[in-house]
């Protein structure tokens, strides 16, 4: 008697918590959550100018007196400080010339093959990678048809960088006419720097 006491307590408790154990266990699973976690990517992109003065670079100085036939050291750079992105630029030239014949973008030198000219902007055709960066051109030359005529004169140079995160979009450069690369949506970083 004794022995099947014993067999129905241990019966009792066992039945008992495998109830309070599938009692648990449904409430564990009613309570459980999901969250999801969407983030979107970061554009930033640095431009600032250097010139080169004694074989070093250093930050370029503006208000130059200038010849004609002068070769200008100004190195606009664009550097990526995010995830990987395309860039491109804008530049526009301003003077006060009345009329005279002022800077355009054959007095740019060292511009790299991979910046190509689409409309308005030119594209450069390789993404920048976190910490990369790139040269718009390193010089520019004065016309040496430039005469007194000339003197005295201002003039600059307007450079706009752009920049659209590189995750999921894909230029087609050889496609573009008049210098297109949106998407709908598509929000660009932009930097600016004067002559």
């Known amino acids: 008697m004794k022995k099947a006491l014993r067999l129905l307590l241990a019966s009792v408790i066992t039945a008992g918590s495998l109830a309070a154990g599938v009692s ?28 080169k003065k004694e074989n070093k670079e250093i930050t370029y100085q503006d208000r130059k007196i200038v010849l004609p036939g002068d070769r200008i050291s100004k190195i606009p750079r664009i550097t990526n400080c995010s995830e990987p992105c395309w860039v491109r630029v804008k530049i526009t030239y301003t003077d006060d010339f009345d009329g005279l014949k002022g800077l355009d ?47 005295e004169k201002n003039l600059g140079i307007n450079i706009v960088a752009d920049a659209i995160q590189a995750a999921n979009f894909s230029p ?6 008049h210098g297109v690369m949106r998407r709908s949506r598509d929000v660009f970083m932009t930097r600016t720097v004067w002559l």
């Open 24 to 51: 648990a266990y449904g409430r564990f699973t009613d309570s459980v959550t999901v969250t999801n976690h969407i983030s979107t990517g970061d554009i930033n992109i640095s431009l600032k100018e250097l010139e």
């Open 105 to 151: 973008d054959t007095n740019l030198l060292g511009m790299s093959s991979r910046w190509t000219k689409k409309g308005e902007y030119f594209y450069y055709t390789k993404q920048l990678e976190y910490g990369e960066n790139v040269d718009i051109f390193t010089a520019v030359m004065v016309p040496r048809e430039w005469t007194e005529s000339y003197q």
């Open 172 to 177: 087609d450069f050889s496609a573009m006419t």
